[in-house]
C-alpha cells in the first residue's frame, strides 16, 4: 500500500499542486514571522544596555520627581566612585541647514562627561566635553550637512533654539534611543537648560577598580536618601533586555495573530482538496477494497499520502518564509519604523514550519479520509466515478441558522448591552454561522447573482450556475475561505474609514482657526504664544491648556473661539467670557447651585458666572460636565506653568493667509519643536497614524485572501477532472472553446464573488456594530462606508477569479474530445 500511494501521489503531482501551494502560503507565512521576528530578538539582546557598558550603578528616582543636581554631585562624592553623571532623556528639534525644522521625533539626550561613564559608538570626531558642544546621530548630520565644528541650532520646550557647534557624530541605530528621527547629544548643564527640566532621570555611577559594589550600593543609597532608588549593573541590564524583548514580544504576538488566520484559511482550502480528490478517487478506492485491502489500509494510505504532500509543501514553504520575512522589513522601513537585527533562521523555526504544515494537512485530509472508507466494494462494479454530491444534513443546517442568528443578534445589541466582548462574540458566531449554514446560504446567493449572468449569457450562464451549486458543501467551503480574509479587511477599512472621519469631525468642531501650531511630541515652548500674539499680522492666537483642580477641569478660553464647542447656552452670555468672568457647564452648576451671577473661586481667586453652557466634548479626567472655562489671561494668570500642545490662530483683519503663514513661520524658525499645519494638514496627521495601520494590517491579510483565492481555483480545477467526460459531451455538441472558458471563468467569478460579498458583510457588520459602540461610550463616531475601497475589494476578487480560471479552462481543453469521451 505504501509503494501504491507514493506511485498515486506522482501520478496526481499536478492536480495536488494547488493544494500544496495552500500549505507553501501558509508555512511561509508563519516561518517568515518566526524569522523576523527572531531577528529582532536578536538586535534587541545585542543592543540592550547599549549605554550602560561602563555602569555599575544606577540612581533612579522613587517617584515621579527628577533627581536633583546636587544629588550628582553627593554620589560622586561617595568613598568607591570613580565617576557619577546625570542623564536625561528628552524631545527636542533641530533647525536644518534650510532653516526650516528636521522632520521626525528628535530624541535629546544629557551625555556623561566623565570618560568612565560613556558607551556611545563615535563614528566621527568625539562626544561633547563642555557646554555649547553637541554630537548628532551620523545619518542626521549626513542628510544635513553638519560637518564637524559646524554650527546647528536647537530647541526644546525650554524656549527658542540655541545654537551649538558639532563636535562628533554617533550611531545609535537599532538601539533604544533610534525612534526613527534625528538624535541629539548634549553635556548635563546644556540638556537641562534648553528642556527647562528641573533635574534629571538617573544616575550613573562607575565604581573605581577593586571597590565591593555591595558596599558601595549601601552608601550610594544612603548618600541618595528615600527619594531614590539603587540598582545594580545586573538590575538594568536585565531590565534594558526586558523592555527590549517585551516590544519584540508584543509585536510577535500582533503577526500571529494574521499567522492565525492565514492558517486557518489554508485549513479549509486543504480539507475540500482532499474532499474533492477522495470523491473522484471513489471507483479505485472502490477497487482496492474489492481485491482485499480493509478500512485500516486504505484510511492510512489516505494520511501517508497527506503527510508527504505536507512535509514537501512545508519545505518550501520554510524557504518561501525567507523572502517573507526580508519582504516584511522593506515594508517597516518603508512606514519608517525602526526594526533592530537581521534575519534569523533558527532550527526550532524550521521544525515548526515542518510540523505545521504537515500536520495542518494531515489533520484536514482526516474526515475525507474516513469518509473514504465508507466506501463499498461494489460501488467499482458500477459506472460512477464520483460519489453523488450530498447537502449539509439538518442538524448542521439548524444549528448553523441559530447561531448565525445569535451572532446578528448579538452583534446589532452590543452597543445597547455596552460591552466590546459582545462585538467580538457575535463576529466569531456569525462566521461559524455561515460555515455550517454555508450549504444553503452560498448556493443561495449564487443563484441570486448568476440571475442576470443567465439573462446576458443564456445557456452559458444556465451551465455556470448550475455547475457552481451543484455540490452545496464544495462551493460553500471554497466560499467561506474567501470570507475571512476579505472579512477581516473589510472590518478594518470601514472601521479606519469611520475613526477617520470621527477624528475630521471632531476637528472641526474643536478647531475654528485657519492655522495650527502643534509641539512635535511636547507641549509647546513656554515663549512661542506670546511670540505669535505679539506680530501685527495675527488676530486670534489661543493657546489649548487645561488642567484639573479638585475633580474640576479648568480650561483657558478664547471668547471669539468659545462657541465652537458648545451645544448650547442656557443662561447668560457665553460671550462675556473675559477677565473675571467665567463659562461653567451645566452638570457643575447643577452638582454646586450655581447661576449666571454666581460667585465662583479658582485657586483662590473669584470670579462671576457669565454663562452656564453644555458641551458635547467627551469627559475626560473628571466627571462630564464638570468643567470651568477662563479667559486666557485669567488661565495664564493662576497657571503660568501650565502648557499645551497646540495653538489656534486666525489672521488679522484684512491679512492674507498667505502674509498671515509667513509671519507663522518667521517666529517657528526658532521653534524647531512646533510645527505649524492648516486644518487640512492637521486631520491628515492626526489620521497617518490610522493610515499606516490599514496598509499594515491589509498587507498581512492579504496574504490569507491569496490564499483562499488558490482554493477557488483549486476547486474549479478539480471540479474540470471532475467532469472530464461532461465537457467533452458539451464539447461534441457544439460548445466551443471560447464558451467553455467563459462557463469557467463564470463558476469562477460566482464563487469568488459570494465569499466576498459574505465577507465585505461581515466585516461591515462588526464595524457597524464597534462604531455604535464607541458612540454610545462618548465618542463622536458613526459608520462611514468606504464605497471606493469596499467596491475594489469586489473588483479584486472578480479578477482575481478570472486569472483562477485560466489554468482549469487550459486543462479542459488540453484533451481531445474523442479521448475525453472515453475516460473512466
Not at 470670579?607 to 458641551?615: E, I, K
Amino acid at each position: 500500500m505504501i509503494r501504491l500511494t507514493l506511485r498515486s501521489l506522482r501520478a496526481e503531482a499536478l492536480r495536488m499542486l494547488l493544494s500544496a501551494l495552500a500549505v507553501v502560503l501558509g508555512v511561509a507565512f508563519v516561518a517568515g514571522t518566526m524569522i523576523f521576528v527572531d531577528g529582532m530578538r536578536t538586535g534587541a539582546y545585542e543592543r540592550a544596555g547599549t549605554f550602560d557598558r561602563h555602569t555599575d550603578l544606577g540612581v533612579y528616582s522613587a517617584g515621579r520627581e527628577v533627581l536633583p543636581p546636587a544629588l550628582v554631585d553627593r554620589v560622586r562624592a561617595v568613598d568607591g566612585v570613580a565617576a557619577a553623571a546625570g542623564e536625561l532623556t528628552n524631545t527636542a528639534g533641530i533647525v536644518g541647514a534650510d532653516g526650516r525644522p528636521v522632520l521626525g521625533f528628535t530624541m535629546l539626550v544629557a551625555i556623561p562627561t566623565e570618560d568612565a561613564l560613556r558607551s556611545y559608538d563615535v563614528v566621527t570626531g568625539r562626544l561633547p566635553d563642555r557646554a555649547g558642544e553637541v554630537v548628532l546621530d551620523a545619518p542626521t548630520a549626513a542628510e544635513q550637512g553638519f560637518g564637524l565644528g559646524a554650527s546647528v541650532r536647537i530647541g526644546a520646550t525650554g524656549g527658542a533654539a540655541r545654537p551649538y557647534t558639532v563636535v562628533g557624530t554617533v550611531d545609535v541605530a537599532g538601539t533604544s534611543r533610534d525612534v526613527g528621527g534625528p538624535f541629539v547629544g548634549l553635556v548635563g548643564s546644556d540638556a537641562l537648560a534648553l528642556t527647562g527640566e528641573r533635574g534629571y532621570g538617573r544616575i550613573m555611577v562607575a565604581a573605581r577598580p577593586g571597590v565591593d559594589v555591595t558596599a558601595l550600593t549601601e552608601r550610594v543609597r544612603a548618600a541618595s536618601g528615600a527619594e531614590a532608588t539603587v540598582k545594580s549593573r545586573q538590575q538594568i541590564l536585565d531590565e534594558a533586555v526586558e523592555d527590549a524583548v517585551r516590544n519584540v514580544d508584543q509585536f510577535r504576538m500582533l503577526l500571529l495573530i494574521f499567522v492565525g488566520v492565514a492558517i486557518v484559511v489554508a485549513g479549509f482550502v486543504i480539507a475540500n482538496t482532499f474532499a474533492i480528490v477522495l470523491a473522484q478517487r471513489t471507483r479505485r478506492t472502490a477497487l482496492l477494497r474489492l481485491i482485499g485491502a480493509t478500512r485500516g489500509q486504505v484510511f492510512r494510505s489516505t494520511v501517508l499520502e497527506s503527510a508527504v504532500l505536507g512535509l514537501v509543501a512545508s519545505a518550501l514553504g520554510v524557504l518561501l518564509g525567507v523572502a517573507l520575512a526580508a519582504g516584511l522589513r522593506l515594508l517597516l522601513s518603508q512606514l519608517d519604523v525602526p526594526v533592530t537585527g537581521g534575519l534569523t533562521v533558527t532550527g526550532s523555526t524550521v521544525l515548526t514550519g515542518l510540523l505545521l504544515g504537515t500536520g495542518l494537512t494531515v489533520c484536514a485530509a482526516l474526515l475525507p479520509a474516513w469518509r473514504g472508507t465508507r466506501i463499498a466494494p461494489v460501488a467499482a462494479l458500477t459506472d460512477a466515478a464520483v460519489q453523488p454530491s450530498r447537502g449539509a444534513g439538518r442538524v448542521r443546517l439548524s444549528i448553523g441558522a441559530v447561531v448565525l442568528a445569535v451572532g446578528v443578534a448579538a452583534l446589532a445589541g452590543a452597543a445597547s448591552a455596552g460591552q466590546l466582548l459582545l462585538v467580538a462574540v457575535g463576529g466569531v458566531l456569525t462566521f461559524f454561522g455561515i460555515v455550517l449554514f454555508g450549504p444553503v446560504l452560498v448556493p443561495a446567493l449564487a443563484r441570486v447573482f448568476g440571475w442576470p449572468v443567465r439573462r446576458v449569457l443564456g445557456t452559458i450562464g444556465e451551465l455556470a450556475v448550475n455547475n457552481t451549486v451543484r455540490n452545496p458543501r464544495r462551493v460553500a467551503a471554497t466560499a467561506t475561505a474567501l470570507v475571512i480574509g476579505i472579512g477581516l479587511v473589510s472590518a478594518f477599512m470601514v472601521g479606519a474609514r469611520s475613526t477617520k472621519d470621527g477624528i475630521e469631525s471632531s476637528v472641526d468642531a474643536q478647531i475654528g482657526t485657519d492655522f495650527v501650531v502643534s509641539g512635535i511630541g511636547q507641549d509647546l515652548p513656554a515663549a512661542l504664544v506670546g511670540e505669535l500674539a505679539s506680530r501685527p499680522e495675527l488676530g486670534v492666537v489661543h493657546e489649548q491648556r487645561s488642567t484639573v483642580v479638585d475633580d474640576v477641569e479648568i480650561r483657558a478660553a478664547h471668547p471669539a473661539l468659545i462657541g465652537r464647542t458648545l451645544s448650547g447656552v442656557l443662561a447668560g452670555d457665553a460671550e462675556r467670557v473675559g477677565p473675571g468672568q467665567v463659562l461653567v457647564h451645566r452638570e457643575l452648576a447643577r452638582a454646586r447651585g450655581w447661576q449666571v451671577g454666581s460667585p465662583v473661586t479658582v485657586r483662590g481667586k473669584a470670579f462671576r458666572v457669565a454663562a452656564v453652557v453644555t458641551d458635547d466634548t467627551p469627559g475626560g479626567e473628571v466627571p462630564a460636565g464638570h468643567v470651568i472655562d477662563l479667559s486666557d489671561q485669567d488661565f495664564a494668570a493662576l497657571f503660568p506653568a501650565q502648557r499645551g500642545y497646540l495653538a489656534e490662530i486666525d489672521p488679522a483683519a484684512g491679512v492674507s493667509s498667505e502674509r498671515a503663514r509667513d509671519a507663522i513661520t518667521a517666529v517657528l524658525g526658532r521653534y524647531p519643536t512646533a510645527n505649524l499645519m492648516d486644518q487640512g494638514a492637521y486631520k491628515k496627521m492626526l489620521t497617518g497614524t490610522v493610515d499606516m495601520l490599514l496598509a499594515f494590517v491589509t498587507a498581512l491579510l492579504g496574504l490569507a485572501v491569496v490564499i483562499a483565492l488558490v482554493g477557488v481555483a483549486n476547486t474549479l480545477s478539480l471540479s474540470v477532472v471532475e467532469r472530464t467526460r461532461e465537457n467533452a459531451v458539451l464539447r461534441a455538441v457544439g460548445l466551443t472553446r471560447g464558451r467553455m472558458r467563459a462557463v469557467l471563468a463564470v463558476e469562477a467569478v460566482l464563487m469568488a464573488l459570494v465569499g466576498a460579498v459574505l465577507g465585505v458583510g461581515l466585516g461591515t457588520g462588526v464595524s457597524a456594530s464597534t462604531m455604535a459602540l464607541l458612540d454610545r461610550l462618548g465618542g463622536d463616531f458613526h459608520v462611514v462606508l468606504p464605497l471606493g475601497q469596499l467596491g475594489l475589494i469586489l473588483g479584486v476578487a472578480v479578477l482575481a477569479a478570472l486569472l483562477a480560471s485560466v489554468l482549469p479552462a487550459r486543462r479542459a481543453l488540453s484533451r481531445p474530445v474523442v479521448e475525453a469521451l472515453a475516460d473512466q
